[in-house]
DNA sequence: TAGATTGTTAATCGATTAACAATC
DNA sequence: TAGATTGTTAATCGATTAACAATC
């Protein structure tokens, strides 16, 4: 917190950067877990499979944070990171669509682990409605306007089936949520909010790729 | 010059490219559900937000598919994409974990709208075990060597819990499989098999990271 | 043909790597 | 201190954009 805009200089950093944080994070929250006081960025660039070079360009341009002859110390540059990125800002989030896929994130560690705050699951279905599911009661999507008015939640999980995933999309851009994390296959642009489109099926034809080029190359 | 451009495979395609094809996939799809024949790069760049001048570079990484004066015809393009990302090379694939996240992947359309064929679901659970979910017999991992061994899938997906994926992905890459979609959060790198890491995770930290700095710039 | 649009080369921009002086 | 390792500048590499000649 006190050191927030510590760097009076407009540095931009570029999203190639942005892009690798999440990665540095998670190598570091496993060195911290493991007890792992310092590192070098030497050894930080094996385990990651790149170059020193590359890891003290990046961590130099949110301020030098390492220390000559020493390294970097592993919980300071872990919560340094983590600040950057808003890990831990306390975001609170709802999923909207209580399918199998809903229920996974529902069920899963990932929000709790990067500090934002489940707080509602939504659906329409009759038969899933008013049951509870994890600790949260499934609340009906002809709540979601008012339920949001009240808590302003800033993240929704998009998780609703194809057909109707635009129409849930205006909804949740039109009552305020501002950030929306799309599980479904449509790629949305909003008005307001921001959104991260997943497409999990891009990265399954990146994997058939690597299979053809493989097989192509070993002669089969 | 004709003489340089006898085989298109020659050229090395970058991971650049490579990692734009999906989207490109994705939007082509569109066009040729809506039954659009041609398109020009400007037109498509508008669609995509890049510039023309990439779309004409990316394609001719893989020879010439356009016509000048033209533009693209859209079926051609898109079975052009899609050979190039081993897409409907009859790829088969198992799921192994059935809790949430692994049924979820089952009953999506993901799969069949890569060409890739799933064929069996495994799971320990006694409780899950001989049940059947989206018309497969859920398996026991008691029978997953021999399973491999007979069928031999090309890709494993994994959703199984944190403690036993270290163990499980051993057990798949020993048995031959050689793509593994990696839903864990934890980053594998296997001896033999392709490993698609996805790390859900980063993308909600991604997603927090917008937001605090769209926020911070609102002035809220 | 004439207009349109690609294929391709050249120019620009940005990102990665290398090198080393600063300094803990 | 002396050794180690960062911070930072300079060199290299690769990717994107611009421009235009080729050509449908």
């Given at each position: 917190?006190?050191k927030?805009?510590?760097?009076?200089?407009?540095?931009?950093i570029?999203?190639?950067?942005?892009?690798?944080?999440?990665?540095?994070?998670?190598?570091?929250?496993?060195?911290?877990?493991a007890?792992?006081?310092?590192?070098?960025?030497?050894?930080?660039?094996?385990?990651?499979?790149?170059?020193?070079?590359?890891?003290?360009?990046?961590f130099?341009?949110?301020?030098?944070?390492?220390?000559?002859?020493?390294?970097?110390?592993?919980?300071?540059?872990?919560?340094?990171?983590?600040?950057?990125?808003?890990?831990?800002e306390?975001?609170?989030?709802?999923?909207?669509?209580?399918?199998?896929?809903?229920?996974?994130?529902?069920?899963?560690?990932?929000?709790?682990?990067?500090?934002?705050?489940?707080?509602?699951?939504?659906?329409?279905?009759?038969?899933?409605v008013?049951?509870?599911?994890?600790?949260?009661?499934?609340?009906?999507?002809?709540?979601?306007?008012?339920?949001?008015?009240?808590?302003?939640?800033?993240?929704?999980?998009?998780?609703?089936?194809?057909?109707?995933?635009?129409?849930v999309?205006?909804?949740?851009?039109?009552?305020?949520?501002?950030?929306?994390?799309?599980?479904?296959?449509?790629?949305?642009?909003?008005?307001?909010?921001?959104?991260?489109?997943?497409?999990?099926?891009?990265?399954?034809?990146?994997?058939?790729?690597?299979?053809r080029?493989?097989?192509g190359?070993?002669?089969?």
């Amino acid at each position: 917190m006190e050191k927030e805009n510590k760097d009076p200089r407009e540095k931009t950093i570029s999203t190639a950067v942005i892009n690798r944080l999440p990665r540095y994070y998670r190598y570091l929250a496993d060195l911290k877990d493991a007890g792992v006081e310092r590192i070098s960025s030497s050894e930080l660039a094996e385990m990651l499979g790149i170059t020193a070079s590359q890891i003290r360009q990046d961590f130099n341009c949110f301020g030098g944070f390492g220390q000559q002859g020493y390294g970097y110390s592993v919980p300071r540059l872990y919560e340094h990171i983590a600040s950057i990125l808003g890990v831990n800002e306390g975001y609170r989030a709802v999923i909207v669509g209580t399918g199998n896929l809903g229920r996974a994130l529902a069920s899963s560690p990932v929000f709790r682990k990067r500090g934002v705050t489940l707080e509602a699951l939504f659906d329409v279905s009759p038969s899933l409605v008013g049951q509870t599911f994890c600790g949260f009661s499934i609340l009906g999507m002809e709540e979601f306007e008012d339920y949001v008015a009240e808590h302003r939640p800033d993240i929704a999980v998009l998780t609703v089936p194809r057909a109707v995933t635009r129409e849930v999309a205006e909804r949740i851009d039109r009552a305020g949520i501002r950030g929306v994390w799309n599980f479904t296959n449509i790629e949305l642009h909003l008005a307001h909010a921001t959104v991260q489109n997943i497409h999990l099926g891009d990265t399954l034809m990146t994997l058939c790729y690597d299979l053809r080029e493989k097989s192509g190359r070993a002669g089969e």
